[in-house]
């Protein structure tokens, strides 16, 4: 009988837990209008579950490559403050501010990568330090009153708060951000299982002597999934400016969680080399969901962590027996086929 893949039982995995979840509170809240299974509510989770799906996105290719990115949340909020300074202080055109927030992005995950791939700094300290710098940058250009107390800079214009609504303008409609979240995960599942790039990835995050002894550069792929990190940090960033039509230093604040998470509930292994953005996005909507019951049903947010912990703790422990019991299946068969 032919073994299932992990990344395949552990999306399968996902969507039972977020079927379950689902029930769950559909039986505690209730299933009308205005409960939780309504179309608005559904589309609310969906809307909450798209800047983490799209960071999501960029988090995976660094697991995959078995890095991590703790700096996403001070990243955001750098960017943030970067286009909130252009607000304030200039008369640039919208277009220009946006495009000065995704070079910051960018500019983020170039130092990422850099550290990681180019230093050899391990990746929770490089992005462990990158996080506090980061943060640091966004205080020091926050946008001040005249007492030099730092102030949240409204972004209400709108060119700019446009796209933080729906297509439609109403509050029912779809969602610019979902739309975008769409495009990054049909692009995102693309280039990993269509390019040689997304091949890159996989054997980079499985093997990295291996990777290197068969001509891929490692260097440029690591620091390439950190610089696409960076870059779905920013477009993240600007759409939740957009959403709240302001800026503050506390952006993203323990935002550095919730790609993870979602990645890692989704499918991605924290050993690196298994997972896909698919999955990720099921992660992301499982966090949403449990965010939205809670919500719903007036729970201590406390509870929330405490599942979303112990959720996390036990598909890591999946992935450790799963892996373990695969490399025994594989030294059974090298040892019978010696045999032979």
């Known amino acids: 009988m032919k073994q299932m893949n992990q990344t395949t039982l552990r999306r399968l995995i996902s969507v039972g837990l977020l079927a379950i979840l689902i029930a769950l509170f559909t039986i505690m809240v209730g299933a009308g209008s205005g409960k939780f299974l309504s179309s608005d509510n559904l589309m609310q989770i969906v809307r909450d579950a798209s800047v ?32 909130a300074n252009i607000y304030a202080y200039t008369l640039w055109p919208i277009p220009v501010m946006i495009l000065m927030g995704i070079l910051t992005g960018l500019l983020c995950g170039v130092v990422n990568g850099y550290v990681v791939a180019k230093m050899e ?89 291996a990777a290197t002894l068969s001509g891929i550069n490692v260097e440029r792929v690591r620091m390439a999934a950190y610089v696409i990190t960076g870059f779905c940090v920013s477009v993240g960033s600007v759409f939740t400016t957009a959403r709240l039509q302001s800026a503050t230093t506390a952006l993203g604040t323990d935002f550095e969680f919730s790609p993870i998470a979602a990645a890692v509930v989704g499918g991605v292994a924290l050993s690196g080399g298994s997972g896909d953005v698919v999955g990720t996005l099921i992660g992301a909507l499982f966090m949403a969901t449990l965010e939205n019951g809670v919500r719903k049903l007036d729970m201590n947010t406390a509870y929330q962590y405490i599942i979303k912990g112990v959720i996390i703790i036990c598909v890591v422990m999946f992935d450790a027996v799963y892996k373990k019991r695969m490399d025994r299946i594989a030294k059974e068969k090298g040892a019978k086929e010696g045999l032979e």
Do not use: W
Not at 67 to 83: P, Y
Not at 170 to 188: K, M, R, S, W
């Open 52 to 83: 983490p799906g799209i960071i999501g996105v960029g988090v995976t290719y660094v697991i995959i490559t078995s890095g991590i990115d703790l700096s996403t949340g001070s990243a955001i909020a750098l960017v943030g403050m970067v286009m």
């Open 121 to 209: 700094v391990p990746e929770f300290i490089a992005t462990l330090a990158t996080m506090s710098i980061f943060r640091a940058l966004a205080y020091i250009i926050a946008v001040t009153d005249d007492n030099g107390v730092i102030m949240s800079q409204p972004m209400n214009v709108s060119q700019y708060a446009f796209l933080g609504g729906t297509i439609d303008g109403t509050a029912y409609g779809i969602p610019y951000v979902c739309i975008v979240l769409i495009i990054f995960i049909i692009v995102g599942q693309l280039v990993l299982r269509c390019t040689r790039f997304g091949t890159n990835l996989y054997a980079v995050g499985a093997n990295k002597k």
